[in-house]
């Protein structure tokens, strides 16, 4: 079965810090993989997706993330980070129509 | 519609009672998904629909859990005999497909509360 491990469960950073959200996934397989974003008090919502081609993928709001298939892993990126990023951050991989997602990481951005 | 929509948006039952909890996903959506999550941890995914049918039922944690999904469309799980256990927040999603995955839409969210 597909697993999702998140590293890090809470990051506190200040504003103008670069971020690096960690995620590494267990399936061997061809796999899609996702970042969603969680804002206080609003639903989930799609940051950025990996199907295919350029293993940097870029998203909303200055995100990135890069896909290394030989390290199983999808690491979420941004050089950096504004009051307004403090949200929950889920890794997601989907195969077949399953999605897995990890425990998330609650990023917290000081002013 | 617009997007994903749940309903109730909260609800309190007592234990051993019924609850069911409904989802109309984004219209011509043919994939919705159902999970749940708990105060401080992650999705935990329960159930997949590919049209009327369920491919994966494997997260359904006991047989006190079903859904079903009518005409394409709207989906509703009903958890029976509820349990405190079973307290969470119930969120619906939905996406274009299941194969052809670009992301899934996700609802507001159930929050079931089990006195």
């Known amino acids: 079965a597909q697993s999702v491990s998140q590293h890090n469960h809470h990051v506190i950073l200040s504003e103008a810090a670069s971020l690096e959200l960690g995620c590494n996934y267990s399936y061997g397989g061809t796999v899609n993989l996702f970042w969603y974003v969680q804002y206080p008090g609003q639903h989930l919502q799609l940051l950025l997706k990996?199907?295919?081609?350029?293993?940097l993928v870029k998203g909303i709001k200055g995100f990135e993330a890069e896909f290394i298939k030989s390290k199983f892993s999808f690491n979420l990126r941004k050089p950096s980070v504004q009051w307004s990023d403090t949200a929950e951050y889920f890794c997601a991989v989907n195969f077949a129509g399953k999605s897995t997602f990890g425990d998330g990481t609650t990023l917290t951005v000081k002013p | 519609g617009a997007g994903v929509s749940q309903s109730p948006s909260n609800k309190v039952t007592e234990k051993g009672k019924d609850v069911e909890l409904r989802c109309d996903p984004i219209?011509?959506?043919?994939?919705l998904y159902w999970y749940r999550q708990s105060l401080g941890q992650g999705l935990e995914f329960l159930i997949y629909?590919?049209?009327?049918?369920?491919?994966?039922k494997s997260g359904l944690p006991s047989d006190r859990f079903s859904a079903e999904r009518t005409g394409g469309s709207v989906s509703t799980l009903t958890i029976q005999r509820t349990q405190q256990e079973d307290s969470a927040v119930y969120l619906c999603?939905?996406?274009?497909?299941?194969?052809?995955?670009?992301?899934?839409?996700f609802g507001p969210g159930t929050r079931l509360t089990v006195t």
């Open positions: 629909f590919q049209g009327n049918s369920a491919p994966d």
């Open positions: 999603a939905s996406s274009l497909t299941g194969q052809d995955f670009r992301g899934q839409y």
């Open positions: 990996y199907f295919s081609g350029d293993p």
């Open positions: 219209s011509g959506h043919t994939a």
